[in-house]
């Protein structure tokens, strides 16, 4: 499910993640929106998972919600993420993921993100 997605994300288990993703992802992100196949959807997350070193996550809440007809389903996941990058400076944003499911795998993710003002 989206959960184990994004613990396999911040693992670096791109096996589990492919796993957790349909044969087709479509994403929604800030300046991003496209449909990757599988293959091309982990090539994307490997090289976006290669910016991050000491990536954590923390995690507010989540939900699952079921269509009243059950065709379709959604979660929703709140939580901030932390790391440091190649010159060991340290940033977290906080992330707001819907992901659209189908047959227990993830075939769409939306995501929002907050960044948090720069220290004065």
Request: proline share 1%.
């Amino acid at each position: 499910g989206a959960m184990g997605a994004l613990k396999a994300y911040v693992d670096k288990d791109f096996a589990a993640l492919g796993a957790a993703i349909g044969d087709t992802l479509n994403v929604r992100f800030d300046y991003y929106h496209a449909t990757l196949s599988r293959d091309s959807a982990i090539k994307m997350f490997m090289a976006q998972r290669g910016m991050f070193n000491d990536l954590t996550i923390t995690m507010y809440d989540y939900e699952s919600v079921i269509s009243a007809d059950k065709k379709e389903e959604y979660v929703t996941l709140w939580y901030k993420e932390t790391w440091k990058n190649a010159k060991g400076v340290a940033d977290s944003i906080s992330i707001v993921d819907d992901c659209k499911m189908k047959n227990g795998k993830m075939i769409e993710l939306d995501e929002k993100v907050q960044h948090y003002p720069a220290k004065k």
